[in-house]
C-alpha cells in the first residue's frame, strides 16, 4: 500500500516537535516519498529553534502553539485539528527521526485490516528490539506487567510513539487526551471505552540530531507519574461500572 490508494482526505501524518529544527525536514521528506500526496503536519510546541521554518522547507503544513504544552498537549492539538478537518486516519511520527517512516504503509494498512481504533508500531515483534539503557528497558518491563491485568491482553511496546488511530479513536483523544506523557495512559482510556488496539512490526533508529532529554531521574519520575495516571483511569473506570 502506497499514498496513492489513500485520499488526501483520508489519512494525516502528525509530527509533533520541539526544538528539531535539526531532523524535522529530513523526516518530512522522508514521509513525503513514502506517502506521496498525503499531508503531513508538524504541530510545534513552542519552539526555541528553526524547526517551524525547517519543516515549512520541506513542504509540511505547521500549527504553531502559542505556548509549551509538553508532548501530550502537543499531541491532542494535532488530533482535535485532525478531527475537526475531517480525517478518517491519524498517524504519528516524531520529529526526531527515530521512526522509520516505511513502517507507515503497514500502521495503515492494520488500521484499515484490523478495524481497530489504534495500531501501535512496537519495536519488540521481531527479535528482542533496540537496547536501552537499564532504567528504561526496565520501565518498559515494568509497564508491560502493570498493563496486561488493565487491558486483558498483552502489550509490548507501551511505550511507543508510532501510533495511528482511527476517526473513532480520534473523536475520542480530541476531546480527552493524556497531556504529560501520553502513550501508557492512552491504553487505559481505550480500555475503558472497549476500543481495540493492536501490535504491528516496525523500525527503530538513532536520533537524527539533538539528544533525548530524558535521564535516569527523569525515567523514575515517568513511571511514578505515568503510574498515578493509570491506576486514576482504572479507578474512574470501576467508579462508572458501579
Do not use: W
Request: aromatic share 8%.
Amino acid at each position: 500500500m502506497n499514498g496513492d490508494a489513500v485520499s488526501a482526505n483520508q489519512l494525516l501524518i502528525l509530527v509533533p516537535a520541539y526544538n528539531e529544527a535539526g531532523a524535522v525536514r529530513g523526516v518530512v521528506n522522508e514521509v513525503h516519498r513514502v506517502m506521496p500526496g498525503v499531508p503531513v503536519l508538524v504541530v510545534d510546541d513552542c519552539s526555541s529553534d528553526a524547526t517551524v521554518s525547517e519543516a515549512r522547507v520541506a513542504g509540511a503544513r505547521v500549527l504553531e502553539l502559542p505556548h509549551h504544552l509538553g508532548l501530550g498537549g502537543c499531541v491532542q492539538a494535532g488530533y482535535r485539528l485532525a478531527f475537526e478537518l475531517g480525517y478518517q486516519y491519524v498517524i504519528r511520527v516524531d520529529g526526531d527521526g527515530q521512526h522509520d517512516p516505511r513502517d507507515i504503509p503497514t500502521i495503515l494498512h492494520a488500521l484499515e485490516r484490523e478495524g481497530c481504533e489504534m495500531v501501535i508500531g512496537s519495536r519488540f515483534i521481531n527479535g528482542k528490539g533496540p537496547s536501552f539503557g537499564l532504567m528504561r528497558s526496565a520501565g518498559i518491563a515494568f509497564f508491560r506487567a502493570v498493563l496486561r491485568p488493565i487491558l486483558g491482553k498483552p502489550v509490548r511496546d507501551p511505550t511507543s510513539g508510532f501510533v495511528g488511530v482511527n476517526r473513532t479513536a480520534l473523536g475520542l483523544f480530541s476531546r480527552s487526551f493524556p497531556l504529560e506523557y501520553p502513550e501508557i495512559e492512552a491504553l487505559v482510556v481505550l480500555q475503558r471505552r472497549r476500543f481495540r488496539f493492536v501490535e504491528v512490526p516496525c523500525h527503530m533508529r538513532p536520533r537524527k540530531a539533538g539528544r533525548s532529554s530524558i535521564t535516569a531521574v527523569k525515567s523514575l519520575y515517568y513511571m511514578a507519574h505515568v503510574l498515578l495516571g493509570v491506576f486514576v483511569n482504572v479507578l474512574k473506570f470501576e467508579g462508572r461500572r458501579k
